[in-house]
């Protein structure tokens, strides 16, 4: 019985130590498995994080594309916008009614000097003043072009000039509107300080006072202007009316 009592403090002693060294152990697996439950959730972010990188490229393409198509549409629309603003211009410019007003010319303007640079408009020429030189003489319009009912100008040297224009087809347009009316318009051809023009004839006389009091008739009633010119083999000339 002594040897029992004598063995018991060392027999608690190895106990404790047991059961410390237990503690410790639990207190490591569960250290460990602290450990494994972070690493385990940190790789997850680490395969979730991924997945999101991914799909945010995709998501901004698919918005560049839905930016390029939106873009495509817009052009094709300036586009559309230009090709019908063209064609817009094309039918103006094409429609001789609309493009080309008959002009009238003024008693100080019969002529008018256009710049190098400046695309030949239909104005009226200016400074005409005398007889113009041989090479500013005016040519007769060749016979194929002369339409039927014109001023015959073997008998006439005395015309009442209603417009003047660069294009040959606008002259041609006026002087079909005023045979529309009933005049005998003619077109000439006038070359000065090397550009060409095309002049319209509404009337042609054997006399001076007769064109210039037809000239007066036809600017009463037709509301627009008209000069009286000399053509002449010595030139062109304007002719004021002085009165009696």
């Not at 495509?72 to 559309?80: P, R, V």
């Not at 030949?120 to 041989?134: K, L, M, R, T």
């Not at 009091?213 to 004021?240: C, D, I, M, N, T």
Request: aromatic share 6%.
């Amino acid at each position: 019985m002594r040897n029992k009592k004598a063995k018991l403090p060392g027999t608690t002693i190895i106990r404790a130590c047991v059961v410390v060294f237990g503690i410790f152990l639990l207190l490591m697996g569960l250290r460990y498995m602290m450990t494994d439950m972070d690493d385990l959730i940190q790789n997850r972010r680490t395969q979730a994080e991924p997945s999101l990188m991914l799909r945010l490229p995709v998501e901004r393409v698919f918005m560049d594309t839905e930016e390029n198509a939106q873009s495509s549409l817009d052009s094709g629309q300036e586009a559309e916008g230009g090709e019908d603003a063209e064609d817009e211009t094309l039918s103006e410019t094409s429609s001789p009614s609309e493009q080309l007003p008959d002009k009238a010319l003024s008693d100080e303007e019969l002529f008018k000097e256009e710049s190098p640079d400046q695309e030949p408009s239909d104005e009226v020429i200016s400074d005409v003043q005398g007889d113009a030189s041989p090479a500013e003489m005016p040519h007769p319009v060749p016979d194929e072009t002369v339409e039927n009912g014109g001023i015959d100008a073997a008998e006439h040297h005395y015309f009442v000039q209603v417009g003047s224009y660069h294009v040959r087809r606008n002259a041609e347009n006026s002087a079909s509107r005023l045979k529309e009316h009933s005049y005998p318009a003619e077109i000439r051809m006038i070359v000065r300080n090397g550009q060409t023009w095309h002049v319209v004839f509404a009337h042609g006389f054997a006399h001076e006072r007769e064109a210039h009091e037809w000239a007066a008739h036809f600017r009463e009633k037709e509301q627009r202007e008209a000069l009286v010119v000399q053509l002449s083999p010595s030139g062109y000339r304007l002719l004021r009316f002085m009165g009696n």
